[in-house]
């Protein structure tokens, strides 16, 4: 039930900077703020990004988040082998009396 | 951030109801929107809804005719039921606080896996 779109899977060398997309409609990114969480295997998520572009405490200022229309963006500098984990987008969507929605989500690998 | 924990059952028939609770560590019930996240396994996240402290509620819309989440503040405690479920229901159950109204979660449970099958 998706309707923020992300490619599958991401990779990069420790290092090196890696971007990721999430894609929406003027319902929900077009209108509205973006959050970015991070969920390393076997845990529950955690919020990496709010506000688009804010970071919550202990968050690194390797990441940040941005936003373009109906287009958000999550950029990784500074790859680093604990940054391998699934990346999920999330916005409210305005439609339908408002609702939350998670982006498919992205698949980070630390080559 | 406060400490949540899920509890209900793992297995549920299909066709039944999908109860679980979720306490959490301190008693901020009043100030948050509580909220329910599930992952069906090896996919992605689904948000189901949340309640704020008004008993406001807003859900998933393709949940909302199966779908009530309700809170007991005295009890620091807010509840999930999912009626007439199928075993697409199957899935890591989250309950996690969140600071705005638009769903931004910033403390999560660890999650409990509830299978449906008969």
């Known amino acids: 039930q998706s309707v923020l779109t992300q490619p599958p899977s991401a990779s990069g060398t420790p290092g090196q900077r890696v971007t990721i997309s999430c894609s929406g409609s003027?319902?929900?990114?077009?209108?509205?703020?973006v959050n970015w969480y991070q969920q390393l295997p076997g845990m529950a998520p955690k919020l990496l990004i709010y506000t688009t572009n804010q970071r919550p405490s202990g968050v690194p200022d390797r990441f940040s988040g941005s936003k373009s229309g109906t287009s958000a963006s999550l950029a990784i500098s500074g790859l680093q082998s604990e940054d391998e984990a699934d990346y999920y987008c999330?916005?409210?969507?305005?439609?339908?009396?408002?609702?939350?929605?998670f982006g498919t989500g992205t698949k980070v690998t630390v080559l | 951030q406060v400490r949540l924990q899920e509890s209900g059952p793992g297995l549920v028939k299909p066709s039944e109801t999908l109860s679980l609770t979720c306490s959490g560590s301190d008693d901020s019930t009043r100030d948050y929107y509580w909220s329910w996240i599930r992952q069906p396994p090896g996919k992605g996240l689904e948000w189901l809804g949340y309640i704020y402290q008004s008993d406001e509620t807003k859900y998933n819309p393709s949940l909302k005719s199966r779908l009530i989440i309700s809170r007991d503040t005295s009890e620091n405690q807010f509840s999930l039921t999912l009626r007439f479920v199928t075993p697409a229901d199957t899935a890591v159950y989250y309950c996690?606080?969140?600071?705005?109204?638009?769903?931004?979660?910033?403390?999560w449970g660890q999650g409990t896996l509830v299978t449906v099958s008969s």
């Open positions: 003027s319902s929900n990114i077009g209108s509205n703020a």
């Open positions: 996690a606080r969140g600071f705005t109204s638009s769903g931004t979660v910033d403390s």
């Open positions: 999330a916005a409210w969507d305005d439609s339908l009396n408002g609702f939350s929605v």
